[in-house]
Structures are given as C-alpha cells and as structure tokens.
C-alpha cells in the first residue's frame, strides 16, 4: 500500500503489486443483492442505534487518518457507532471471503479490485451492489468514470470494469508519475516541462550538457516497469487502455500505446538517458541517485520519497500531458476501496459511512496527514511544502480532466513479472518493442483462455 512518505522503499509499488489479479473465473453461484431504490435511504437514524463492524489494513499514520476518518463520522451521526478491526492486508485478504460469507462477519470491509476479491464476492452474493447508493448520494456524477471503472463488475463476477459498482473508495489516492529536481534542471539553464516534447527536450540538454537526465535502474523488474506504464499512459488513451484491462477482449493490445512506450523507453536508453549500469542497479539505489542530485527525472509511485524539509522546496511531481496534447492521463487508483456485507442489518448506515469516507472532509484529513487525495479540489495544502502541492496538482489534473487507467499488471495475474521480464531483455537488445507487446498479449490470452476453461 501507499505509505505516508517511506524513506526510499520498495514497498512503494505494493499497491499494484497487490492489486494484481489472480485465478480463474470464480465458481461459486450466487445473485446481485442490489440494494434496491425502495430501501435505500439517507436517513440513517432510522435504522435505530447502530454499532457498524469494519474490517480494514489501515496502520500507523494511516490509522490514525482513519480514526480521524471515523471520529468525523460518528461526530455527523450519533446513533452510529463503528467498531473497527484491523489486520494487515495479508490477513484480510486471505480470510475476507469466509468472513463475508459469515452472518457475523464485518457490515464494511475493505475489497481488493480484480477477479479473486471484488470478483468473487460479487458472483457469490457476498457483497451489496450499490447503484442505488451511487444514484442516491451522486457517486455516479462526482467520482470520474475512469475511476469507477476500477470499481464495477457484471453480478456474474465475471467481467470487470462494467456493469454495477461493487465499491467506494476512499478519498485518497496512489499514482504513477514523473518526479523532478529543479536545481539539476537550473543548473543546466532548463525549466521544469510542460509537456511531454518538453520533457524529451530538456532530457536532450541534460544528455548533451553532461548530466544523467533520468535515474533508473531495471534490475528489479517488477518495480521497474512503473517507467513503462507511465510512457505508455501518453501514448495509450484512457478509454484503450482501461478496454484492454478490463477484458473486452475486443481490444488488441497494441491499441493501448505499449509498443509507442516500448519503442521509446529502448530510445531513450539508447541515448545515454538512464543512470549508469542501469541494468544492475536497485529500485533503491536509483531512488537514492535521484534524491542525490545526481539525475533530473524519476518516473515512481506517488509516496516514495520521504523528502527533507529543504528538499520539499528542490523537487516536485508532474502527471505529463499526452504526447498529442489531448489531455492528461495516468495509472492511479484509490489507495483503498471498501465494500457493504450483503448481510449486513444496518446498509443505509454502511452506505453513509462509504459516502463520509468519500467526502472532501476525508480528503482534507488525508492532506493533513500528508497522504495524496482523491476526488476533490479546493483543499488546504500546507504553504510549507511545495513538493507535496505538486503532487495533489497532479491528481487534480486526472480527477477534472477523467484520466485515471487502471494498473496495466491488472489484465494478468502474470502481466507484471511478463512485461517486467520484457523489459529488461528489451533493453538489453534481446527483443524488440514489437515482441514485447506480443508477449504481453501472449499472457493475456492465456489468462483469458484459464478463465473460460474455468
């Protein structure tokens, strides 16, 4: 998961790592259990006195944004109280079915998208679908449709990304994106890029005047391809890219700009870009070269750095424009989503919680807390930190212009360490961008082939 700033760690990417889909088509029967538009309901008071159990993986800072969080809620409706347990993600993710399944299992629960979590609970019965709440409290107008895509299965569990929507998530977010260091860009008489030929213009400059323009190294595969996804959001639209995830099985994968960002990456290491012996060097120790001086750019997930008060001043984020100028797209996605038990006695309750854990307020305490929000703009920044302001500018820019993508690893259980392995022989001259997307659909195939063998 999205962590509060960790001090240069892997764990950075966990939030797709963890999100990757796995297994086959679930198998278990089961209904939609809608929450119809006859019952559901604001007026949560009705339900009388009300203890609401959630189940979630929220720790350390982050627990106390959710207690906050919690604390706001029960504050706005007195008869309702939650009782909140917490486990790490491992645990939750490995019990949520049979809990779910239990008449005394948790009313909310955090879900995992894709096909085994939000999935199966969806096929089985398990979980509340909420186009009634969505219509009712407007999540359906105010959150972007890219991003509820990430949220929607068909009641047969068996496609993802249409149908109805089986999760809310919190007003909080974890992205991919381009870090820069404006002394590095300064020193060399460049200013921080607009867009994308902005970008390949002042990498040139860096090139040509002696600087590494961008600090990488690919021998950790699976966090590598963070760089990939990012280039592939300015050539793929948000449309492709999401069809192609959310299995339409219509849509090639050629579509969906990886061969563009494939073709590019291999140029730009071609061209001396990358940090040197890119090929042996850690996620950590090209991290730790950015925070150094010693690169311009860093392509990484939202939450990697734990930046230094001054340092907080020196470096900032950019969501790149699309190489077309069409707008902004980017592979982001809540940094958490929760779901209503379909046995639950109190949905009204559990749906007003879900609607608070939406809200500008959440949002607002999540900036307070120093974590990047979702869906809302007009928010109290803190004036001290310029680094953090430019990232909540960069998630602003997927909320109004809708261009959020899923996770490109989410098509496969296997996409990540495929197109990681790609890359690496990619760059390393052993294949070709065309043979990189081929392998990429190659995995898709297959996966979709298991899912219909069941």
């Excluded at 189940?55 to 109280?81: C, H, R």
């Excluded at 999935?119 to 679908?129: D, E, Q, R, V």
């Excluded at 960002?261 to 291999?266: H, I, M, S």
Aim: glycine fraction near 10%; include cysteine.
């Amino acid at each position: 998961m999205s962590k509060k700033k960790p001090a240069l760690v892997a764990a950075a990417v966990a939030l797709p790592l963890l999100l990757m889909l796995g297994g086959c088509a679930p198998g278990s029967a089961g209904g939609s259990h809608a929450a119809n538009t006859a019952t559901a309901s604001k007026d949560v008071a009705k339900e009388g006195k009300v203890t609401l159990k959630l189940l979630d993986y929220f720790q350390g800072d982050e627990s106390k944004w959710m207690n906050q969080v919690i604390a706001g809620f029960e504050k706005k409706y007195p008869t309702v109280k939650v009782k909140r347990t917490v486990q790490d993600w491992g645990q939750v993710m490995s019990t949520l079915n049979l809990r779910m399944a239990n008449a005394n299992g948790p009313d909310i629960a955090t879900v995992n998208n894709g096909w085994q979590s939000m999935g199966t609970l969806a096929k089985g019965g398990l979980i509340l679908n909420l186009d009634a709440y969505s219509k009712l409290y407007g999540w359906n107008k105010e959150i972007p449709a890219t991003m509820l895509r990430q949220l929607e299965f068909t009641p047969d569990g068996k496609t993802m990304g249409s149908g109805s929507l089986y999760a809310a998530p919190t007003a909080r977010s974890s992205l991919i994106g381009l870090y820069y260091n404006k002394k590095v860009l300064e020193s060399a008489g460049l200013s921080v890029p607009k867009t994308f030929a902005d970008f390949e213009s002042d990498a040139k400059a860096l090139k040509a005047a002696g600087k590494t323009p961008i600090a990488y190294g690919s021998l950790d595969k699976d966090s590598s391809t963070a760089l990939l996804f990012a280039v592939q959001d300015v050539y793929g639209t948000a449309n492709n890219i999401g069809d192609f995830v959310y299995d339409s099985k219509k849509l090639p994968i050629g579509d969906t700009g990886l061969t563009q960002a494939a073709t590019t990456v291999k140029q730009w290491a071609d061209d001396g870009w990358f940090s040197k012996n890119y090929a042996g060097l850690q996620v950590t120790d090209a991290q730790q070269q950015f925070l150094d001086g010693k690169a311009a750019f860093r392509f990484d997930y939202t939450g990697s750095y734990a930046f230094t008060t001054a340092q907080k001043a020196d470096y900032g984020y950019l969501q790149l424009p699309q190489a077309d100028g069409s707008g902004v797209v980017g592979t982001g996605s809540p940094s958490g989503n929760f779901s209503i038990s379909s046995k639950t006695k109190y949905p009204n309750a559990a749906a007003a919680f879900l609607n608070y854990m939406t809200s500008k307020t959440a949002a607002q305490l999540a900036v307070d807390h120093g974590f990047l929000p979702l869906l809302h703009s007009g928010l109290n920044v803190p004036s001290d930190n310029a680094e953090f302001a430019t990232e909540v500018a960069g998630q602003q820019s997927l909320d109004s212009g809708n261009g959020y993508v899923p996770y490109f690893d989410w098509s496969t259980p296997t996409m990540l360490d495929t197109l990681g392995g790609q890359l690496q022989s990619l760059l390393a001259g052993r294949v070709t961008p065309a043979q990189l997307a081929a392998a990429g659909q190659a995995d898709y195939d297959k996966f979709q082939q298991s899912r219909t063998n069941g």
